[in-house]
C-alpha cells in the first residue's frame, strides 16, 4: 500500500494550496480518506474526511476555508486549503481507513507534505 502525497509548500496568509494524494494498492473507492495535520509541538488531529459514499466532515477550524475530494477513477484525494493562515502551518499527512469487521481495520498513511504559512 502507498499512499503519496504531494502539494504542500510555503505560502503567505491568505493564500491557498491543494494537496493531492495517490493512492495505490487498496480498493480506493471502498476507503473513507483522510487528511490530518501535525503541528510543530501539538498533537496530530483530523483536519478533514470523505467516506466511500462522498460524506465530509471537517474540523471547526478549517471549515469555509478547506475543502476534501475524491476521485476515485484516479484513486486521489485532494484538500484544497484556501484563506490559509499561519497557525494552518504543519505536516499534513493523508489517512486510508476500511474497517472489514469490529477487529480487522485497514488504516495507512502517507509519508507527509510540508504546508507552511507566513504571515
Known amino acids: ?9 510555503l505560502v503567505q496568509a491568505g493564500g491557498s494550496l491543494r494537496l493531492s494524494c495517490a493512492a495505490s494498492g487498496i480498493i480506493f473507492r471502498l476507503n473513507t480518506m ?4 501535525r503541528a510543530p509541538g501539538k ?3 483530523l483536519v478533514a ?5 462522498g460524506s465530509t466532515n471537517y474540523v471547526d477550524s478549517v471549515k469555509g476555508r478547506f475543502t476534501i475530494a475524491r476521485d476515485n477513477a484516479k484513486n486521489t484525494v485532494y484538500l484544497q ?3 490559509l493562515k499561519p497557525e494552518d502551518t504543519a505536516v499534513y499527512y493523508c489517512n486510508a481507513r476500511r474497517v472489514f469487521t469490529t477487529t480487522q481495520v485497514g ?3 502517507g509519508q ?4 507552511t504559512v507566513s504571515s
Do not use: A, H, K
Not at 483522510?34 to 495535520?37: A, I
Not at 474526511?49 to 459514499?53: D, M
Not at 507527509?112 to 504546508?115: A, D, I, K, P, Y
Open 34 to 37: 483522510g487528511w490530518y495535520r
Open 107 to 109: 488504516d495507512y498513511w
Open 81 to 83: 486549503m484556501n484563506s
Open 1 to 9: 500500500v502507498q499512499l503519496v502525497e504531494s502539494g504542500g509548500g
Open 49 to 53: 474526511f470523505i467516506t466511500s459514499g
Open 112 to 115: 507527509g507534505t510540508q504546508v
Open 43 to 45: 498533537q496530530r488531529e
